[in-house]
C-alpha cells in the first residue's frame, strides 16, 4: 500500500541540469532513508545518492560535486538536483526508500524508473 512516482527526467545537453523527484504515498509512519540509483544498459544498478532520517548523505565518487540529494518530510518527498551533467551519467534512475508502515511493518520501496539522457 505504498508507492513511490518519480518525475523529473529527461534529454538534456552536456553541462545541463534536471532535478528529479520521488513522492512516497500510501499507509506511511515514516521513512527512515531515502535514495536514487542508476543503471545503464549492460551494466549492473549502482547508488548514486542517500540520505537518512537525520539527514545524513551519502554519494557516489562520480557525482560528488556535482548532484544534491535532499528531502521535504511533509511531503515524503525526495529530490536529486544533477548539475553539469555528463554522457556518463546517462542512465534509467530509480528512487528507493525504507519505510516504516502504519501497520509498523518495515519495508523497501522502488520507484517505477526515470530516463535521464545526457547527449549534444
Known amino acids: 500500500q505504498v508507492q513511490l512516482v518519480e518525475s523529473g527526467g529527461g534529454l538534456v545537453q552536456p553541462g545541463g541540469s534536471l532535478r528529479l523527484s520521488c513522492a512516497a504515498s500510501?499507509?506511511?509512519?515514516?521513512?527512515?532513508?531515502m535514495g536514487w540509483f542508476r543503471q545503464a544498459p549492460g551494466k549492473q544498478r549502482e547508488l548514486v545518492a542517500a540520505i537518512a532520517g537525520g539527514a545524513s548523505t551519502d554519494y557516489a565518487d562520480s557525482v560528488k560535486g556535482r548532484f544534491t540529494i535532499s528531502r521535504d518530510n511533509a511531503k515524503n518527498t525526495v529530490y536529486l538536483q544533477m548539475n553539469n551533467l555528463k554522457p556518463e551519467d546517462t542512465a534509467v534512475y530509480y528512487c528507493?526508500?525504507?519505510?516504516?508502515?502504519?501497520?509498523?511493518?518495515?519495508?523497501?520501496?522502488w520507484g517505477q524508473g526515470t530516463q535521464v539522457t545526457v547527449s549534444s
Open positions: 528507493n526508500a525504507a519505510i516504516t508502515t502504519k501497520r509498523l511493518a518495515h519495508e523497501t520501496y
Open positions: 500510501g499507509s506511511i509512519l515514516s521513512i527512515n532513508a
